[in-house]
T-cell receptor, first 114, second 112 residues
């Protein structure tokens, strides 16, 4: 079974631009979560989607948004990029929605904002 | 919210040594996982262990949920064990779907 895939793997943008990252979960997994990892703040939860609905959101500004499609693939969007948005963005998938199940992470997208 | 504390923050080992990493959490959890982050940033699943004991080769883990801690044991360490080890928990509250709270990690360096 293929693992979680994320595209692109690397991205360089300039301040003020917007970016869209994509995550394809493991086949059959319906829950997708997104995390941001920075040296200063560590790994922080962004949001979680299940059946195309955002059920949980972390403490990030409204510039960070996401969505999930009917095939469970998810995208996250960051608008009006700031230097501080430079980070590794990780997504995770899980088969069920209740938080009891094991989560599996993709390889991440490394975003650099210049 | 739930607090997750990992210790020690850094660990330097000689190849062949054994070590124990600890994860303390402040409230009840539905899920606890240990991860190893590889040099490219991917989080590799080590254990899904909200309670009990598991072993996988040279690694083993124990979670005592009633006392709110988990331990990861590395035996006969190898240089490939180097990297950052994270503990992550999902709190046992109704709105916690998919919401991992991560510890700060333990940076492990294994020297030849």
């Amino acid at each position: 079974k293929a693992g979680v895939t994320q595209t692109p793997r690397y991205l360089i943008k300039t301040r003020g631009q917007q970016v869209t990252l994509s995550c394809s979960p493991i086949s059959g997994h319906r829950s997708v979560s997104w995390y941001q990892q920075t040296p200063g703040q560590g790994l922080q939860f962004l949001f979680e989607y299940f059946s195309e609905t955002q059920r949980n959101k972390g403490n990030f500004p409204g510039r960070f948004s996401g969505r999930q499609f009917s095939n469970s693939r998810s995208e996250m969007n960051v608008s009006t990029l700031e230097l501080g948005d430079s980070a590794l963005y990780l997504c995770a998938s899980s088969p069920d929605p209740d938080g009891y199940n094991e989560q599996f992470f993709g390889p991440g997208t490394r975003l650099t904002v210049l | 919210g739930i607090q997750v504390e990992q210790s020690p923050p850094d660990l330097i080992l000689q190849e062949g040594a054994n070590s124990t990493l600890r994860c303390n959490f402040s409230d009840s959890v539905n899920n606890l996982q240990w991860f190893h982050q590889n040099p490219w940033g991917q989080l590799i699943n080590l254990f899904y262990i909200p309670s009990g004991t598991k072993q996988n080769g040279r690694l083993s883990a124990t979670t005592v949920a009633t006392e709110r801690y988990s331990l990861l044991y590395i035996s006969s360490s190898q240089t490939t064990d180097s990297g950052v080890y994270f503990c992550a928990v999902v709190p046992a509250v109704t709105d916690s779907w998919g919401k991992f709270q991560f510890g700060a990690g333990t940076q492990v360096v294994v020297t030849p």
